[in-house]
């Protein structure tokens, strides 16, 4: 089920609400469970079983972890040690089992015959369930922190469940520590304040997805269904922004609407975004775009191997493995290996040269990141590599053929999404969100936002262009 869906707006939002502001507040967590159930259940009727079961094992686990037999006290500690161990290692088996069968058995088979040359490996060809990425790092998450004794005060099996399975975060992110949702996990008030700043959030985060994200994305299939090495590089590089538009503010968006949702049932959500596109170096980028994948991968995978803490050559091997498995976790596509490398090439460049330059300079590292971007982006998208290859060519005037989508098409483009690329542009920047947090409780942001949340409506029943990018991922 979809945000923004009339079937999420009109019939599950309000019904579930309605349940949950009248429910006692004890039974609220049971309530949020449930009905997280139904709305994965709507779009992935059979996956519902597997996000149970995956829910079923991680607690089980969990508790084996936090069991303490009758022992002698000197024998105690080194038994509690070998179990966490032991039940670490095997949350990580499993759910990272379930994601790899699931996610990437396909590629992984693929590959292994395509080397070959032989079918030695079978293609099982599984549906890929909605959020199974997001979901399994969260399990996993807390898994490691019961391990390491962040989490000492073990919930019972409804609170779990509901902090995983969490339908405004649950298909799409952020990322959730159990630690930063535990106290409202056990206690929670709903208040009139945050019933209110939550739904202008979510209209907010609607209004970026459904009225740009939607909107500049048909400029980006438009350019593609001409043909990749076809394109002027003006057109190429104009198609690469609005991907990179579109693929913000259907993120962003997204994220809005969960935080939104967060506040309404009395939770907080962590950001996920600070205006990414203002950066002035790759590296600040990263810290700005999807926060909570970039923090789960520091604290989870590139600190326990090391960080930056044993030497130079250890640092790029650790930055290497960081940055392949976030390409792959995006996607079982080389594609998505190789988005992942450029990134690292990029990174270790401006930590070893010119990145705090960058950083200092007030109009050269907009530039740079503002080019360097869209490129990296243009790779993210295009999964054939003949048409990727043709693309990035385009990008730089390169054509096998003629070009066939040239100046007079750029200016045909430009004149109709011209408004558009230019509220685009503005969004990217900070000022309308400052604009917003300082007259967020006046009359005519109300009014703004209620205008916004009806054409939104609109274009989502008329429009045909309502995807969400991260939904594959």
């Given at each position: 089920?979809?945000?923004?869906?009339?079937?999420?707006l009109?019939?599950?939002?309000p019904?579930?609400?309605l349940?949950?502001?009248?429910?006692?507040?004890?039974?609220?967590?049971?309530?949020l469970?449930?009905?997280?159930?139904?709305?994965?259940?709507?779009?992935e009727?059979y996956?519902?079983?597997?996000?149970?079961?995956?829910?079923a094992?991680?607690?089980?686990?969990?508790?084996?972890?936090?069991?303490?037999?009758?022992?002698?006290?000197?024998n105690?500690?080194?038994?509690?040690?070998?179990?966490?161990?032991?039940?670490l290692?095997?949350?990580?088996?499993?759910?990272l089992?379930?994601?790899f069968?699931?996610?990437?058995?396909?590629?992984a088979?693929?590959?292994?015959?395509?080397?070959?040359?032989?079918?030695?490996?079978?293609?099982?060809?599984?549906v890929?369930?909605?959020?199974?990425?997001?979901?399994?790092?969260?399990?996993?998450?807390?898994?490691v922190?019961c391990?390491?004794?962040?989490?000492?005060d073990?919930?019972?099996?409804?609170?779990?469940?509901?902090?995983?399975?969490?339908?405004?975060?649950?298909?799409?992110?952020?990322?959730?520590?159990?630690?930063?949702v535990?106290?409202?996990?056990?206690?929670?008030?709903?208040?009139?304040?945050y019933?209110?700043?939550?739904?202008?959030l979510?209209?907010?985060?609607?209004?970026l997805?459904v009225?740009?994200?939607?909107?500049?994305?048909?400029?980006?299939?438009?350019?593609?269904?001409?043909?990749?090495?076809?394109?002027?590089?003006?057109?190429?590089?104009?198609?690469?922004?609005?991907?990179?538009?579109?693929?913000?503010?259907?993120?962003?968006?997204?994220?809005?609407?969960?935080?939104?949702l967060?506040r309404?049932?009395?939770?907080?959500?962590?950001?996920?975004?600070?205006?990414?596109?203002?950066?002035?170096?790759?590296s600040?980028?990263?810290r700005?775009?999807?926060i909570t994948?970039?923090?789960?991968?520091?604290?989870?995978?590139?600190?326990?191997?090391?960080?930056?803490?044993?030497?130079?050559?250890?640092?790029?091997?650790?930055?290497?493995?960081?940055?392949?498995?976030t390409?792959?976790?995006?996607?079982?596509?080389?594609?998505?290996?190789?988005?992942?490398?450029?990134?690292?090439?990029?990174?270790?460049?401006?930590?070893?040269?010119?990145?705090?330059?960058?950083?200092?300079s007030?109009?050269?590292?907009?530039?740079?990141?503002?080019?360097?971007?869209?490129?990296?982006?243009?790779?993210?998208?295009?999964?054939?590599?003949?048409?990727?290859?043709?693309?990035?060519?385009?990008?730089?005037?390169?054509?096998e053929?003629?070009?066939?989508?040239?100046?007079?098409?750029?200016?045909?483009?430009?004149?109709?999404?011209?408004?558009?690329l230019?509220?685009?542009?503005?969004?990217?920047?900070?000022?309308?969100?400052?604009?917003?947090?300082?007259w967020?409780?006046?009359w005519?942001?109300?009014?703004?936002?209620?205008?916004?949340?009806?054409?939104?409506?609109y274009?989502?029943?008329?429009?045909?262009?309502?995807?969400?990018?991260y939904?594959?991922?």
């Amino acid at each position: 089920m979809l945000f923004s869906s009339v079937e999420f707006l009109f019939r599950f939002l309000p019904v579930f609400m309605l349940c949950y502001l009248m429910i006692p507040a004890k039974y609220r967590n049971l309530v949020l469970l449930a009905g997280s159930l139904v709305f994965y259940g709507v779009g992935e009727p059979y996956f519902v079983l597997l996000l149970i079961f995956s829910v079923a094992v991680n607690y089980g686990i969990s508790k084996y972890m936090f069991w303490e037999p009758s022992t002698p006290q000197q024998n105690r500690r080194q038994k509690r040690k070998r179990r966490r161990r032991v039940a670490l290692v095997s949350a990580l088996f499993f759910d990272l089992g379930i994601l790899f069968l699931f996610k990437y058995w396909d590629f992984a088979a693929g590959t292994v015959n395509q080397l070959t040359g032989q079918h030695l490996v079978p293609v099982l060809e599984l549906v890929l369930p909605l959020g199974i990425s997001f979901y399994t790092f969260q399990m996993i998450s807390y898994q490691v922190d019961c391990y390491r004794g962040t989490i000492q005060d073990l919930p019972g099996f409804v609170p779990f469940a509901a902090y995983v399975s969490m339908f405004p975060q649950l298909i799409a992110g952020p990322i959730v520590r159990y630690d930063e949702v535990a106290d409202r996990m056990r206690n929670r008030r709903i208040r009139l304040r945050y019933l209110e700043n939550g739904l202008k959030l979510f209209t907010l985060g609607l209004g970026l997805k459904v009225l740009l994200a939607n909107q500049i994305g048909t400029l980006w299939n438009t350019i593609m269904s001409a043909g990749a090495g076809n394109l002027h590089a003006a057109v190429a590089w104009l198609g690469a922004c609005a991907y990179s538009f579109q693929i913000y503010f259907d993120f962003w968006g997204y994220s809005l609407m969960a935080m939104g949702l967060g506040r309404m049932l009395g939770f907080r959500i962590p950001e996920n975004f600070d205006h990414p596109y203002i950066s002035r170096s790759v590296s600040e980028f990263w810290r700005r775009w999807h926060i909570t994948l970039g923090r789960w991968f520091r604290e989870y995978v590139y600190i326990p191997m090391g960080g930056s803490h044993k030497g130079k050559r250890r640092t790029m091997c650790n930055l290497f493995v960081v940055w392949a498995l976030t390409g792959l976790w995006h996607g079982a596509d080389w594609n998505f290996v190789l988005w992942g490398l450029c990134f690292f090439v990029l990174l270790t460049i401006e930590k070893n040269t010119y990145g705090k330059k960058l950083e200092k300079s007030k109009v050269l590292g907009h530039l740079y990141t503002l080019i360097i971007i869209p490129i990296t982006w243009v790779i993210f998208a295009i999964t054939d590599w003949q048409q990727l290859t043709a693309y990035l060519a385009n990008l730089f005037g390169i054509h096998e053929n003629s070009v066939l989508v040239g100046i007079p098409q750029f200016l045909r483009y430009l004149e109709q999404y011209g408004i558009l690329l230019a509220a685009c542009v503005l969004f990217i920047t900070p000022f309308p969100i400052r604009w917003y947090n300082k007259w967020k409780d006046r009359w005519f942001v109300v009014l703004l936002l209620g205008v916004v949340f009806w054409f939104s409506v609109y274009e989502i029943m008329v429009g045909n262009n309502n995807p969400f990018l991260y939904f594959r991922f």
